[in-house]
């Protein structure tokens, strides 16, 4: 034992710059990430500001039962998976297909204006885009206006909820896929191009070229971000749903983060049920992730974890 402490420290100390420059962030980490998880004790205390975290009193589990018997968080609760299913079902697939369609392109320039025009909205804040949408679907935007001087029905855009469910996903689309297509980029630029050159002398078609060399040598890849996606089932995009809904259709797309940011901000606080909450939805999402990894193993063969 002692021997190998020694062989470690030997190790270590060779590669001292190394730990040095990792130093900075291990101390973020610690500071920022770390430090605040004693205030996950508020969801298991009747939380006053005025005694603070540690001598609040104790209440167990009880904030955990206020979750599933309170309205407000059994619909966000569906809602979350409701709208985190439907993302992995219409998001997940289409960066794999664009960074296809990208790298099938001849001529180097063409690839590069494809990949900016796609890869730029992933730079524009939801803010930001939350109103340009809002400005243009609604009743009297610019779509619906234009509808009308054409002497058709106006869209509900904003206020269906089915419709703004489709919204979410083609705006999350459109701002999202370009940049996520770049890590399957990548993994197509390290296919070994002899592959395609032995199917070509096979007789195989180009889309017999993506389906058995394309999508088999990237398959760790896509298995890999899969299991990333359906780790954070429980978060299904706050930053979106907060700047894209309004009263009309807030209870469809309620979801856990907005849930928790109405009650501790838009209503008297609660620190203790909020924090519980956010903390049920973090184990959620851990199990569902190793949950994910298992099945995506058994499958794929392959996986990210163990």
Request: charged residues 15%.
């Amino acid at each position: 034992m002692d021997n190998r402490k020694r062989k470690l420290g030997i190790r270590m100390w060779r590669a001292r710059y190394i730990y040095l420059l990792l130093l900075p962030y291990v101390v973020w980490l610690l500071i920022f990430h770390y430090g605040p998880m004693y205030g996950l004790l508020m969801a298991f205390k009747k939380y006053s500001a005025r005694l603070g975290v540690w001598r609040s009193p104790w209440i167990g589990f009880a904030n955990f039962k206020r979750i599933f018997i309170t309205p407000g968080s059994v619909t966000a609760i569906k809602n979350t998976f409701l709208i985190s299913f439907g993302r992995i079902l219409f998001q997940f697939p289409f960066p794999i297909m664009l960074a296809i369609m990208i790298t099938e392109m001849r001529g180097t320039k063409l690839k590069r204006v494809y990949q900016t025009i796609f890869t730029f909205p992933h730079f524009l804040s939801w803010v930001v885009v939350g109103a340009i949408l809002t400005s243009f679907l609604s009743s009297n935007g610019g779509i619906n206006t234009m509808l009308a001087n054409m002497g058709m029905d106006k869209i509900n855009f904003l206020s269906d909820s089915r419709n703004f469910l489709i919204l979410l996903f083609a705006s999350a689309n459109w701002k999202g896929m370009g940049w996520s297509a770049i890590i399957y980029m990548a993994a197509i630029a390290g296919i070994d191009p002899t592959l395609y050159d032995a199917a070509k002398v096979d007789g195989a078609s180009r889309l017999q070229q993506i389906r058995h060399i394309t999508l088999a040598c990237i398959r760790a890849t896509i298995a890999i971000v899969l299991i990333l996606d359906v780790g954070h089932i429980m978060s299904a995009g706050f930053d979106q749903i907060f700047n894209m809904r309004n009263p009309v259709v807030s209870n469809s797309v309620q979801i856990l983060d907005t849930y928790v940011y109405d009650i501790t901000f838009l209503a008297t606080p609660d620190y203790g049920f909020s924090t519980a909450v956010g903390l049920f939805k973090a184990v959620i999402n851990f199990a569902v992730l190793l949950l994910a990894n298992k099945i995506v193993h058994i499958i794929s063969g392959e996986r990210m974890i163990g």
